[in-house]
């Protein structure tokens, strides 16, 4: 039995606790004493410990007896803490989306002798470690993937409900769009591109431009074309360019709009949400397609985003304690998805606690 310290415990944190509790120790930390009680409900063997992540020297005591860290705060957050972990020489594995570029911190991982892996949720994260297997297979010419959380009973105006925190849904309306077009990368609004696509557990959705590609643009720049799009349902995309075209969006009313988008996209108790994702890979001519569709736990009360990002994370947490996966440095999950032994696990893991990735190949 491994110690594990667990840094959040949102909606997502409940989740991976729950999940680590069942064959580890697992203590998690958290500034929200709500959180950390309904944490403690899961499952009375998790120790909860107050915690303010922003301050260095209570971190490092925090993490001082673990054997890993998993890390799951707000993306502002995420950098600084990440580098205070590996200072600390701990291996751990981050879902926090932030806008620093954690490859940064490869040497001082190195030096430190400690495995980091980022980006380890849903997306990125499983479409990470599918590509990475992948692209040790075959010559990939395209690579692109379509995400999203949504409620399962869409209402007017928004038809949409945050399964995390809305300052982040934000930050993908707002923060450009890279993508890997003839070999170049090409930055686009967020929001653009709106195209649709029919879904058969869902029916009809918008897909549009985010920056989800992120590390892929760096590890797996010999692929020509690469493009990530984020789900909603239809009208959705273009009521968000308005707010942002307003200025709703801008940092002066920032705080005002996310307190307002919160109330208005906030998951009450027991709705029914969805996961939807479709990955295509295509080279060798043939094209290689994954579909993923997850909905909300009843029973457990974990939301389908809960479920897809945080047992994605668990599941890493674990390919490194069982050593599948032990070099030094900073890594995203392609690199882990080298290895066939990884995403075999991966897979595993994820069937065992009923999330499918479906496999479908078709040569042209």
């Known amino acids: 039995m491994?110690?594990?310290?667990?840094?959040?415990?949102?909606?997502?944190?409940?989740?991976?606790?729950?999940?680590?509790?069942?064959?580890?120790?697992?203590t998690v930390g958290d500034y929200d004493d709500r959180s950390l009680a309904k944490v403690k409900k899961l499952n009375q063997n998790i120790a909860t410990q107050k915690l303010d992540v922003t301050n260095q020297s209570e971190l490092k005591r925090f993490i001082h007896e673990s054997d890993i860290v998993l890390l799951a705060v707000p993306g502002h957050l995420g950098y600084s803490a990440l580098k205070t972990i590996i200072e600390s020489k701990k291996n751990v594995v981050d879902i926090s989306f932030s806008n620093e570029n954690f490859l940064d911190l490869h040497d001082l991982a190195i030096d430190a002798g400690v495995t980091a892996v980022v980006d380890a949720g849903?997306?990125?994260?499983?479409?990470?470690?599918?590509?990475?297997?992948?692209?040790?297979?075959?010559?990939?010419?395209?690579?692109?993937?379509?995400?999203?959380?949504?409620?399962?009973?869409?209402?007017?105006?928004?038809?949409?409900?945050?399964?995390?925190?809305?300052?982040?849904?934000?930050?993908?309306y707002t923060r450009p769009a890279r993508m890997m077009v003839n070999g170049q990368i090409v930055t686009k609004p967020a929001l653009s591109g709106?195209?649709?696509?029919?879904?058969?557990?869902?029916?009809?959705?918008?897909?549009?431009?985010?920056?989800?590609?992120?590390?892929?643009?760096?590890?797996?720049?010999?692929?020509?074309?690469?493009k990530e799009k984020t789900l909603r349902y239809s009208g959705h995309a273009a009521l968000m360019a308005n707010y942002r075209n307003a200025g709703k969006f801008d940092d002066d009313q920032i705080l005002k709009t996310s307190k307002e988008l919160f109330t208005a996209w906030e998951l009450k108790p027991n709705e029914p949400e969805v996961t939807v994702m479709k990955i295509v890979i295509k080279g060798e001519n043939k094209s290689v397609s994954y579909s993923l569709f997850d909905e909300y736990d009843s029973s457990?009360?974990?939301?389908?985003?809960?479920?897809?990002?945080?047992f994605t994370a668990t599941a890493t947490v674990n390919i490194i304690l069982k050593k599948l996966f032990n070099e030094k440095g900073v890594f995203p999950p392609e690199l882990l998805g080298s290895h066939s032994k990884c995403v075999d696990y991966l897979k595993e893991y994820l069937k065992e606690r009923d999330i499918h990735i479906n496999q479908k190949i078709e040569k042209y």
């Open 2 to 26: 491994s110690k594990i310290i667990q840094i959040g415990s949102g909606m997502i944190g409940s989740a991976m606790a729950y999940d680590l509790s069942q064959k580890h120790d697992v």
């Open 122 to 172: 849903l997306a990125p994260g499983i479409p990470n470690y599918l590509l990475g297997f992948h692209n040790s297979q075959m010559e990939i010419d395209t690579f692109e993937y379509y995400v999203g959380g949504l409620p399962k009973y869409p209402k007017p105006p928004f038809n949409y409900k945050a399964p995390f925190s809305p300052i982040d849904v934000i930050e993908e």
């Open 194 to 226: 709106i195209e649709t696509m029919d879904f058969e557990n869902i029916g009809t959705l918008e897909a549009f431009n985010t920056d989800g590609l992120r590390s892929i643009l760096f590890t797996m720049k010999h692929i020509n074309n690469m």
């Open 300 to 310: 457990l009360d974990f939301t389908s985003m809960s479920r897809t990002t945080g």
